[in-house]
């Protein structure tokens, strides 16, 4: 069966924002050049230079479809034939359970409930999700776990 991965921190390209991104970027430097011609460097121009430098980079990638929160961590989930890997937030650990390890599992409406073989509990908050996203993770969710009879639905 194939595998299923959502990276939550994917974000839709926006040309409008690659375009202004670039535009912040290159007012920064000009803006930069004009201090350097002028000789009006302190810490007040120079704080808004890197302002409109940061403001640009940021745009431009966002724009790209590339977001900032991709360096400060990933939030996906994953669900392959032996494993089920669910990281819902950047700055948190997520969990990563066996298939095999798992003893009952419960669809609800917004949240999937875990419990492995150590009754140890793992939950799904399904509302960091789109709708077609939720509905394609309870899909592969209940066919997986249909084939291991493991599945209780609310």
Do not use: C
């Amino acid at each position: 069966m194939k595998d299923l991965y959502i990276n939550l921190n994917q974000r839709k390209k926006s040309r409008k924002r690659t375009i202004f991104g670039a535009i912040e970027i290159l007012f920064a430097f000009f803006f930069l050049d004009y201090l350097i011609f002028f000789e009006k460097m302190n810490w007040f121009y120079n704080f808004y230079f890197f302002f409109f430098l940061l403001s640009g980079m940021i745009h431009f990638f966002e724009g790209l479809g590339k977001p900032v929160e991709d360096f400060i961590g990933k939030s996906f989930i994953r669900i392959s034939d032996d494993r089920l890997e669910v990281k819902l937030k950047k700055l948190q650990e997520g969990f990563s359970v066996s298939w095999n390890q798992i003893q009952s599992l419960k669809v609800g409406v917004i949240k999937v409930e875990i419990i492995d073989r150590n009754n140890k509990n793992y939950t799904i908050d399904l509302s960091h999700l789109s709708y077609p996203n939720v509905l394609e993770v309870k899909e592969v969710l209940t066919t997986r776990s249909n084939k291991l009879h493991k599945i209780e639905a609310q």
